[in-house]
């Protein structure tokens, strides 16, 4: 294991990611994505501890982050990552189809394998870590019924949904919401691992079909180590390329670089 690869091993479980040249990073080319779509908000949901917002100001995104958060734990840091920053806004509850209280399964992991969904064996056998320790009672509010206090009538938002398995539920909680972005980037599983979780092939139709939008990126992600295959990935969609080729916006107030 090389100097290198022990630093970024290192850095990576305090959610921090290292590279030598940053354009070798996938995360850097979704900045760019977001960058090029004149994106003035980006609504994370499912934040963790920041990680997501952390990559977007490291890659150069300055616009609005509006963070969805509500296990105890990872909030308390997400909190902390975000009281510096005034563009980036904290809410405590969770995303969903319906407004009231939900039970979360919380993971091992540092919550980051946590679901309202049941975990199936493919994902605990390939992470045992992962399991679930705990259960946490939070709010869940419907994203349109909460739209107003997230995105103004001309902002252009980016949708980034990391819920383990949840993710059409979220989107059912958005509605026609959903149809006002300028890009929505999912993680979802290629293989089934939460019950009843959103799949790799059923996010695509639904963002090409339902939406309109353009698949712009794939991002590896989760993968089974004793055999390599990949679990899941983020799938990151744009309404329309060709309007994202031109400089950043005014908010998020980036140089394009190369």
């Not at 969904?117 to 019924?145: G, I, K, N, W």
């Given at each position: 294991?090389?100097?290198?690869?022990?630093?970024?091993?290192?850095?990576?479980?305090?959610?921090?990611?290292?590279?030598?040249?940053?354009?070798?990073?996938?995360?850097?080319?979704?900045?760019?994505?977001?960058?090029?779509?004149?994106?003035?908000?980006?609504?994370?949901?499912?934040?963790?501890?920041?990680?997501?917002?952390?990559?977007?100001?490291?890659?150069?995104?300055?616009?609005?982050?509006?963070?969805?958060?509500?296990?105890?734990?990872?909030?308390?840091?997400?909190?902390?990552?975000?009281?510096?920053?005034?563009?980036?806004?904290?809410?405590?509850?969770?995303?969903?189809?319906?407004?009231?209280?939900?039970?979360?399964?919380?993971?091992?992991?540092?919550?980051?394998?946590?679901?309202?969904?049941?975990?199936?064996?493919?994902?605990?056998?390939a992470c045992p870590e992962s399991r679930y320790?705990?259960?946490?009672?939070?709010?869940?509010?419907?994203?349109?019924?909460?739209?107003?206090?997230?995105?103004?009538?001309?902002?252009?938002?980016?949708?980034?949904?990391?819920?383990?398995?949840?993710?059409?539920?979220?989107?059912?909680?958005?509605?026609?919401?959903?149809?006002?972005?300028?890009?929505?980037?999912?993680?979802?599983?290629?293989?089934?691992?939460?019950?009843?979780?959103?799949?790799?092939?059923?996010?695509?139709?639904?963002?090409?079909?339902?939406?309109?939008?353009?698949?712009?990126?794939?991002?590896?992600?989760?993968?089974?180590?004793?055999?390599?295959?990949?679990?899941?990935?983020?799938?990151?969609?744009?309404?329309?390329?060709?309007?994202?080729?031109?400089?950043?916006?005014?908010?998020?107030?980036?140089?394009?670089?190369?």
């Amino acid at each position: 294991m090389t100097l290198l690869h022990r630093v970024r091993v290192a850095a990576q479980r305090v959610g921090l990611d290292v590279n030598r040249f940053p354009q070798c990073s996938p995360d850097y080319r979704v900045v760019r994505l977001i960058l090029r779509s004149r994106v003035d908000v980006v609504l994370d949901v499912g934040a963790n501890r920041g990680q997501y917002g952390t990559m977007l100001r490291r890659f150069g995104y300055r616009g609005r982050i509006v963070s969805f958060e509500p296990l105890h734990e990872p909030l308390r840091t997400l909190r902390r990552r975000a009281a510096a920053d005034a563009l980036w806004k904290v809410f405590p509850y969770a995303l969903g189809d319906r407004n009231g209280t939900v039970h979360v399964n919380v993971a091992g992991n540092g919550g980051a394998s946590s679901s309202v969904l049941p975990m199936l064996s493919r994902h605990a056998a390939a992470c045992p870590e992962s399991r679930y320790v705990d259960v946490q009672e939070t709010e869940q509010f419907r994203l349109d019924a909460i739209w107003p206090q997230v995105a103004g009538p001309e902002e252009r938002v980016f949708l980034k949904l990391d819920v383990q398995g949840y993710e059409g539920a979220v989107l059912e909680g958005a509605a026609d919401r959903v149809g006002q972005c300028t890009g929505l980037q999912m993680e979802v599983s290629c293989v089934p691992l939460y019950e009843g979780g959103l799949l790799l092939e059923d996010a695509l139709g639904i963002a090409q079909r339902r939406y309109g939008m353009t698949l712009a990126a794939l991002v590896p992600g989760f993968s089974d180590n004793r055999t390599g295959q990949m679990l899941q990935c983020d799938a990151v969609f744009l309404r329309d390329l060709a309007r994202g080729d031109g400089a950043a916006s005014r908010m998020t107030g980036a140089v394009d670089r190369p």
